[in-house]
């Protein structure tokens, strides 16, 4: 046995690579581990039961800078083994009792893994979130929308009774017209980008709460764009940046990332479970 490993300690799972891959200086340094079970090599480190025991991780998980700490962690070593292979990355808290129910994992899923592995192979994961400005669409509304022109004509001939009646109904026609508008340019968006794209997974919209920005977000989805073609994906978010950005829409691109929204195999064990 590794002396530096404590008969106590646990097996925390990173990634899983059908790759033979020889844990570079930089990752030799956090202490990880490549396990070989069978064709797939699992990287790993070994912890202490004193943070992610399943009762001290659960303790762990309502300390802020700690889950901030060790997700970012989780991500950095992920994103450094993909720069040598393509990975199957396993959700942040994912440990084993023992390297033997660690095996059990490997070959009972083996055939899926490897079937996950060559969906992914050659080519990365971006994240793409886009944002209206509700506000600043509205100033526009005159030129967007022919229904919010022909209402306004309408007002400007009516009598000033039936012009107030009009007015009134007029907001709410704009609200429903801005509506639409974030909707179709969504939609633009999506097909746009999914034309570039393997495969796609729309993602839960998320409140300003949780983004912090006063705008509205109105795509949030992944795209699993092949790596010779992700010039022109980047290339066209640039064009539809310059295009629309004073219209009222912003998006907001990042990646590559670890490949999460596009493995779909499902773990029998659960995090923090032999």
Known sequence: MDPAIMINDLIYVYCISDSPLGIASSLKS????????????????????????????????SNVQWVENNVKEHLNVIGMIMEYTEVIPLKFGTI?????????????????????????????????KIYCDRKMLGEQI?????????????????????????????????????????KDYGQKYLDEFKSMSESISLCNLLPKEYTGRSD??????????????VSDFKWSIEMLVKKDRNSGFFIEATGPWPPFNFVDFTLKQKSNET
């Open 30 to 61: 956090k202490r990880l581990k490549s396990i070989k079970f069978n064709d797939l090599y699992v990287i790993v480190k070994y912890v202490t039961e004193s943070e992610f025991s399943e009762a001290n991780f659960k303790i762990n998980l």
């Open 96 to 128: 084993y009792h023992t390297k033997a129910g660690l095996q059990k994992f490997i070959t009972d899923y083996s055939a899926s893994l490897i079937e996950n592995i060559h969906n992914i192979r050659g080519k990365e994961e971006w994240a793409v």
């Open 142 to 182: 005159d030129q967007l929308s022919d229904v919010v022109v022909d209402l306004e004509k309408c007002i400007m001939a009516s009598s000033p009774g039936k012009a107030f009646l009009l007015e009134r109904k007029k907001n709410d026609l704009i609200d429903n017209e801005i509506d639409r508008l974030c």
């Open 216 to 229: 509205t977000m109105i795509l949030n989805a992944a795209f699993l764009v092949s790596k010779n073609k």
